[in-house]
């Protein structure tokens, strides 16, 4: 064999499909060889009781997300970078905003402008909060032909939700571009009517953040957004399942042969809804929506992962500081519907995946790649290019220490947060080298990658987004 540019050798190579004893070979930025001994290379890394997983894709998370009030999320793509290095994550795919009343194109500007100092690589999603025709007809092809092929949207959150009309317009519009439908399902109008109630009853403490939005606001949305995108034959993936009888209403749909498919997140198998509990304004730490539930929704959650009925575990890092203008105490402390929702867990997603799952005997190996790599990548058409480690992949590859015990600490999340809500948790399996495109990024938590190191990822249109061609009443209503 040619002499490669990098071997990592001695390692136990850990992909969707398998482990075996390999060494891996790279150059160019790809792998180009997997043999059970390579002797010739420039470089070699030693990977001895390591194991050798493709780099995570972590395809939802919110990095530099402008605000509309000025100002951005606080987590910038140098920041962001560091810390998904840091916890074993080279790709992400994250959101352009839309503001109700604007379009489409200056914001996306705007964020590419942004992302050019990202080391990590990323695609967008594209959120639609405002569907005019402008939007629909003239600007989102545009922002299509950029190789972004996926749209989001919200059923709740003020002023982010769209209507049922507003809903429908986008899975038309998704379908007649070739794109992914991306959904936040909760029920609007259902929230605002509990958190009217609460208020006036006096309940204004974080911990009512919960009962403002119980399983079956997500139950009900989930089901619409399934049926809504059934009669429209358009395929969409339900972000941040956090609940059974919100997957539930996945299986069913899964069974009649809908392409839909549900991530959930680390806090929806981690965070409890005592949490947000905790003595005065600590509780906004867990503060996120769909709200933490409690240990027993765990297990059922991590039963819908073992049926794959939720195939992708993503952070929905969107970070806010708990103290500082920006953060959670910016509307004040007294009421829990104002202050900003959202958690930090870019960094801690894979390990606490790893620990929960695959060290607690949950999850295999290769169901961990599936979940956190694989899966991700293929949803997001990435793949083969990221989430696996075979030849002509992009060489991301983690280096993880199965055995490495660790105690999560802000320090080690190495983000622009004043916090992480899984502090003191111990977790077992810890990745102790990363490499992106061959490059070696990080190692034993320092990272080396200079900024706007990182690449976009355009997306060509992929199979597991094409139209069923099942339509009711075979009426191409779809538009
Ligand atoms: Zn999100």
């Not at 390591?50 to 530099?64: A, F, K, R, T, Y």
């Not at 190996?365 to 793949?383: D, H, I, K, T, Y």
């Not at 070696?440 to 080396?448: A, G, S």
Request: some cysteine.
């Amino acid at each position: 064999m040619a002499e490669v540019e990098l071997a990592i050798r001695g390692g136990v190579v850990v992909t969707a499909e398998g482990m075996q004893r390999a060494d891996v070979g790279v150059s160019g930025g790809r792998v180009v060889a997997l043999a059970e001994s390579i002797r010739d290379a420039r470089r070699i890394v030693e990977a001895d009781g390591l194991w050798v997983m493709p780099g995570g894709v972590d395809s939802h998370c919110h990095i530099e997300e402008p605000q509309p009030g000025g100002g951005a999320n606080e987590e910038s793509f140098v920041t962001a970078s560091r810390s998904a290095f840091a916890g074993g994550t080279t790709s992400a795919v994250c959101f352009v905003p839309q503001w109700k009343g604007g379009g489409l194109l200056e914001r996306l500007a705007d964020y590419e402008a942004r992302a050019r100092h990202a080391m990590l690589d990323h695609s967008f999603h594209q959120i639609i909060t405002d569907p005019t025709e402008r939007v629909i007809e003239e600007e989102l092809p545009q922002v299509v032909a950029k190789g972004i092929r996926s749209l989001k949207v919200f059923l709740t959150y003020e002023p982010l939700h769209v209507s049922d009309a507003e809903y429908l317009r986008v899975l038309a519009a998704a379908r007649k571009h070739q794109c992914l439908v991306t959904v936040h399902c909760e029920n609007y109008d259902a929230i605002n009517w509990r958190i009217r109630a609460l208020l006036a009853a006096g309940l204004t403490a974080p911990k009512y953040h919960a009962w403002a939005r119980p399983p079956v606001v997500e139950r009900e949305a989930t089901h619409r957004a399934i049926a809504l995108a059934e009669l429209l034959d358009q395929p969409i993936q339900i972000f941040h399942v956090s609940c059974a009888e919100a997957a539930e209403e996945i299986a069913r749909a899964q069974a009649r042969g809908v392409k839909v498919w549900g991530e959930t997140c680390p806090q929806y198998l981690t965070l409890t809804a005592a949490h947000m509990d905790r003595p005065g304004f600590e509780g906004a730490k867990f503060m996120c929506s769909p709200a933490p539930r409690d240990a027993a929704e765990h297990e059922r959650v991590w039963e819908m992962i073992r049926r794959g009925v939720l195939d992708v575990v993503s952070s929905d890092h969107c970070a806010f500081s708990f103290e500082g203008p920006h953060g959670k105490r910016q509307n004040g402390t007294e009421r829990f519907d104002l202050v900003p929702n959202g958690i930090p867990g870019f960094a801690a997603r894979l390990p606490l995946l790893f620990s929960e799952g695959v060290s607690k005997g949950r999850l295999t190996p290769e169901q961990f790649v599936r979940l956190g790599c694989s899966n991700p990548a293929r949803m997001m058409g990435l793949w083969p290019r990221k989430g696996g480690i075979h030849i002509g992949a992009d060489a991301d590859i983690a280096l993880w220490d199965p055995a490495r015990e660790r105690v999560l600490s802000n320090a080690l999340m190495q983000h622009a947060i004043d916090y992480t809500p899984y502090e003191g948790m111990t977790v077992k399996g810890w990745p102790v080298r990363v490499f992106r495109r061959g490059e070696e990024v990080m190692r034993e938590d320092e990272v080396t990658a200079a900024p706007g190191s990182g690449r976009f990822l355009p997306r060509a249109p992929y199979p597991l987004i094409a139209p069923r061609g099942v339509l009711p009443n075979g009426f191409p209503a779809a538009g």
